[in-house]
């Protein structure tokens, strides 16, 4: 029964950073200055089997444009501050002109089962078209 759940646990987890990832995209360096991210609120999921920060973080577009595809990184440190863990992650869908976007419920991906804290950094933004998702 516990290597049921432990291979479904895998499969499931295996799937959503398969969907997180995708080729290195390319960044609007000008809109991507006046574009700001913060980490609202975290936690980890998992049974310290599978570890993964599940993350809403808040886009803010500053543009007179729609941006898509927010790219951070991500970085997990133990309680004493030791890095442990990082990566990149794609926030996908738009943030129109000017306005501000949450993006709840992000599965990150996988990191250290010691991971006691996370910093998310922002990298950049691809042009929008204007059609929201």
């Known amino acids: 029964m516990l ?3 432990l291979a479904l646990a895998c499969m499931l987890c295996g799937v959503t950073l398969l969907s997180s990832c995708g080729p290195d995209m390319g960044t609007d360096a000008e809109l ?3 574009v700001y991210m913060e980490l609202v609120d975290w936690h980890v999921s998992g049974l310290w089997v ?4 599940v993350a809403w973080i ?3 577009n500053r543009n007179h444009v729609p941006i898509k595809n927010a790219k951070i990184s991500y970085q997990t440190f133990d ?3 030791k890095p442990l863990s990082s990566g990149t992650y794609v926030l996908e869908g738009e943030v129109p002109a ?7 419920e992000q599965y ?3 990191v250290d089962l010691h991971s006691d804290k996370l910093s998310v950094n922002y990298i950049g933004v691809e042009r ?5 998702h």
């Open 3 to 5: 290597s049921s759940f």
């Open 58 to 60: 808040r886009v803010f």
């Open 50 to 53: 599978i570890n993964c920060p």
């Open 79 to 81: 309680w004493e501050g």
């Open 98 to 104: 000017g306005m501000v976007k949450n993006y709840i």
């Open 108 to 110: 990150l991906g996988l």
């Open 128 to 132: 929008g078209s204007g059609e929201s």
């Open 32 to 34: 991507s200055k006046n």
